[in-house]
Each structure stands twice: as C-alpha cells, then as structure tokens.
C-alpha cells in the first residue's frame, strides 16, 4: 500500500468540498443548505491542517480555529434568520422564498 | 501501514457521511450523517497531530453546532416538508457545473503534482516536538496572532447579538 501523503489529504478535501457544494446548489431545505456549508469548511480545514502538519508550520492550525469560528457564527446568524423566516413565511423550502423575484 | 487503514476508513467516514448528508429526505437523517462525517474528520485531524483541533472539532462541532442545528429541526420541522421535492429545479446545471469545477481540480493535482511538499504520514512523529502540541499552537495563537484572536472575539460577539435579534419575536 502506497504511504498516505499530503496529496491524499488535498483529493479528499476537494471531494468534501464538491459533495458540499452539491448539497448548497441543489437542495431545497435551508438546513440542509446550512449543513452542507458546514461541510464545505470542514474542507478547507483538512486542507489547512494538511499543509500545516508537511511544513510544521502552527499558522495553518491558528487559521483552522479562525475558521471553526467563522463557522460557529455563521451557524448561530443563519438559524436564527432560519427561524425568522419560518415565523413570517411559514416555509424552509429556499426556492419558495422569492420576494425578491420579479 | 496502520496509519494509510486509518486515513482510508475515516476518509471512508468522510465521504460517505456527506454523501448521505446531503442526499437523505429527512433533515434529521442529514444531521445524523453530518455527525458521522465531522467525527471522520476529527479522525483525521488526530492522524496529522493536531490534538487540540480534535478536542475542539468533537466538543464544537459534534457538541455543539450540531446540538443547535437539530434544536432548530425542532423549532422549524414541517412534517410535509419531509414529503416534498428535495432537490430544486437547477440540480441538473448545479451538477454540470460542480462537474466541470472537479475536473479544474482534477487537473490542478495532475499539473501540480510536483509542487506539493510530499510528507508520508507515520504514526509515530520522527522528531518528538519539545512541547505538546496545545502549547505550540498557544504559543502561536497569543503572540503572533493576537490581534486576530481579538477580531474573532468580536465577531463571535456580532453574531451572538445578530441571532438572538433575528430570532427574537419583538425586540
């Protein structure tokens, strides 16, 4: 078996990237959007620690926590907007939300 | 040669987790998927000897942002919601392009191959670090990258007061 290299950790990053990208284009129920973002940043984490770990470089892991930040408050925004639209439009499907749609 | 068993079953994890996170109808099966598939990465994390970014992705992400996320399954499910289309009408473009944005990488790592810094995974590190590895990234987190931890606290606190204005019936 070939030894696990950072190319490895860079192919498997871009496969989460695109399933979440899937999940954000195409899906219609907005948590299930949000969850799919939630994967996207898991991506670019691997990515971030990969690079970190082939240069013994502590950068990569400080940005990785800048990036669990990041998405821990994107999470928090988005379900409460998530709720709030639900309060006023009674819907989480996101093609129905269209007000802005001429 | 343990260490390329574990890569490949929590790339396994991964994958699949996200593959089902985004396919399964129900948004509770989704988030259990999400669940499997942020362990997987936890997993992977511990493999490259980030063990403070393990404890920090179980405790945060399976601990807590998932908490939050099925707390609103809760709030906002819709029991017909469960039974209609799940994927909109653009899903055949949005895979066209995903496609097209997979083969660009595709090629990248065929082109590029060369200029990666190739590291082979071992378990064991080769040279033990002369401190852990939580104090390394201390070490970097609050004299290097202060003032950005400091920006993050903000943001952290924009956030906090945005959800709970947003989420507030009246204000």
Known sequence: MHPVTTEHYLALSAGLLLIGTIGVLTRRNIVVILMSIELILNAVNINLIAFSHAWHNMGGQVFAIFVITDAVAEAAVGLGILIALFRNKETVQADEIDLLKW | ?171
């Open chain 2, 1 to 171: 040669m343990l260490d390329t068993v574990l890569f490949y079953s929590f790339a396994v994890l991964v994958l699949g987790g996200g593959i089902f996170t985004i396919t399964r109808r129900s948004a509770v099966h989704s988030a259990i998927s999400l669940i499997v598939s942020l362990l997987g990465v936890a997993g992977l994390y511990l493999l490259q000897a980030a063990e403070f970014l393990f404890a920090v992705q179980i405790v945060l992400y399976v601990g807590g942002i998932m908490v939050l996320f099925l707390f609103v399954i809760m709030l906002v499910y819709l029991d017909d919601a469960a039974h209609m289309r799940e994927f909109n009408r653009q899903w055949l473009v949005a895979l066209v392009a995903v496609t097209v944005v997979g083969a660009e990488l595709g090629y990248f790592f065929h082109r590029g191959a060369a200029s990666f810094h190739r590291v082979a995974y071992v378990l064991v590190a080769t040279v033990p670090p002369a401190a852990g590895n939580t104090e390394a990234l201390a070490d970097s987190l609050f004299s290097e990258y202060l003032l950005p931890f400091e920006i993050a606290s903000l943001v952290l606190l924009v956030a906090v007061v945005g959800s709970v204005i947003m989420a507030k019936k009246r204000i």
